[in-house]
């Protein structure tokens, strides 16, 4: 013998273990489900009865009673579909917005009328069944002669198996209750794949004017910066190899080196704003430090995040960072910045806060390209900035 035979037996054993308490806790959850949509639709029947009647005893002709009426039919179904979909949820489901069109909401709600009604019904057969056999166990156990030995032998298998068969149909009205709310209430496949090539559409559209205004910027900055500086460059170095006077060659030739100096700092800031090449050799944590030091103004870093981000991802992290500065330090009139970025394994996470005077523009021409930029991505952009302050402004970026 080599000794797998017990070590099977005990792997079965835990096997179907793991089986019986994944059934136990599904029929527990499902009996929880059928159970509370069993209540809540006594509430919608007279809600629906309450509604029809009210909406048809308004006349056609008195169009503002009508539509109060319809707001709050609309309300009023709009609050018990969320509480449906509250019942209904399971954790990993994807989440979709609860429609606004009020005859989807009461279709809705007619429709599951019946499920939870009948939901309703089975509880009370199973509970009844489950006392009528307590009884008649208890009935023989006491002797009573009204109960013989073969009425509980043959209850003993039949009742078990009627459980079963029962929560097993609990279950299934449960599933019904989710495929009727999926199908009544979230959008079809087919308007979802529309809505996705529009917003890639968008997307896309968005990335392209980015893309152009991030070289109209590019092209500005060599003009109105280098371009300038290397003029004067020039013009210096010209006048000094005319002039007689060595003391103001010397001082032309310091001149024309400070020059120099400022046309290599405009050109690699220039070149950062392409591309941030620190993220390359330090990672996004260490170009944000760097903004955070080379900000005029006091700049707080929190960096939580475990593993670097993809490049992609990292640069549009650093671009939001520093074009929020950025305008913090042109517009805002602020002493300090906050900002804190996160990860949640899923996406990176950032919010910066300034004490400014609040009244930035959303559309602004920097705001509105970081927001394409980051919906390139499949990302998130919100700025809050009310008059007065503060400012901040929240991104998301998916990793994958």
Not at 18 to 46: C, D, I, K, M, Y
Not at 165 to 181: I, K, N, P, Q, S
Not at 363 to 377: D, E, N
């Amino acid at each position: 013998m080599d000794g797998s035979g017990p070590v099977d037996d005990t792997r079965h054993a835990r096997g179907f273990g793991t089986v019986v308490r994944s059934a136990a806790t599904t029929a527990l959850r499902a009996v929880r489900v059928v159970f509370v949509g069993a209540a809540t639709a006594l509430p919608e029947v007279l809600f629906l009865a309450g509604a029809g009647l009210s909406y048809a005893l308004v006349p056609r002709s008195r169009t503002r009673p009508r539509r109060g009426v319809l707001r709050l039919i609309t309300r009023g179904a709009r609050a018990l579909t969320d509480l449906e979909r509250a019942r209904l949820a399971r954790p990993g489901d994807p989440v979709h917005p609860t429609p606004t069109e009020p005859r989807r909401l009461v279709r809705y709600l007619a429709a599951r009328v019946p499920v939870g009604l009948l939901g309703g019904a089975l509880l009370v057969l199973i509970v009844g069944g489950a006392g009528f056999a307590a009884v008649m166990v208890g009935a023989w156990a006491t002797g009573s002669p009204n109960t013989t030995t073969s009425d509980v032998a043959i209850l003993l298998p039949s009742g078990p198996a009627l459980l079963a068969l029962a929560l097993y149909g609990l279950v299934g009205l449960a599933d019904t209750e989710r495929a009727l709310a999926r199908r009544l209430l979230e959008p079809d496949p087919s308007a979802l794949l529309r809505l996705r090539v529009d917003e890639l559409a968008a997307s896309r559209a968005g990335v392209v004017e980015a893309v152009h205004e991030e070289r109209r910027r590019i092209e500005r900055d060599l003009h109105d910066g280098v371009q300038q500086r290397l003029v004067a460059l020039g013009m210096l170095i010209g006048r000094a190899r005319r002039g007689n006077d060595p003391a103001r060659t010397d001082e032309l030739l310091c001149q024309a080196h400070e020059q120099a100096q400022q046309a290599l700092t405009d050109l690699r800031d220039v070149a950062w704003r392409i591309h941030p090449t620190g993220l390359d050799d330090g990672g996004l944590r260490a170009v944000l430090e760097t903004i955070a030091e080379r900000a005029p103004v006091r700049v707080g870093l929190t960096y939580d995040v475990a593993a670097e981000p993809a490049p992609i991802v990292a640069t549009a992290v650093y671009f939001v960072v520093a074009e929020a500065v950025t305008n913090t330090v042109k517009h805002a009139g602020a002493d300090a910045v906050t900002v804190r970025v996160s990860g949640a394994g899923d996406a990176v996470r950032v919010r910066i806060v300034d004490d400014g005077v609040g009244g930035a523009n959303p559309a602004g021409g920097g705001l509105s390209g970081l927001a394409r930029r980051v919906a390139a991505l499949d990302g998130t952009l919100r700025v809050d900035s009310p008059p007065g302050g503060p400012t901040t402004i929240t991104a998301e970026v998916p990793c994958a």
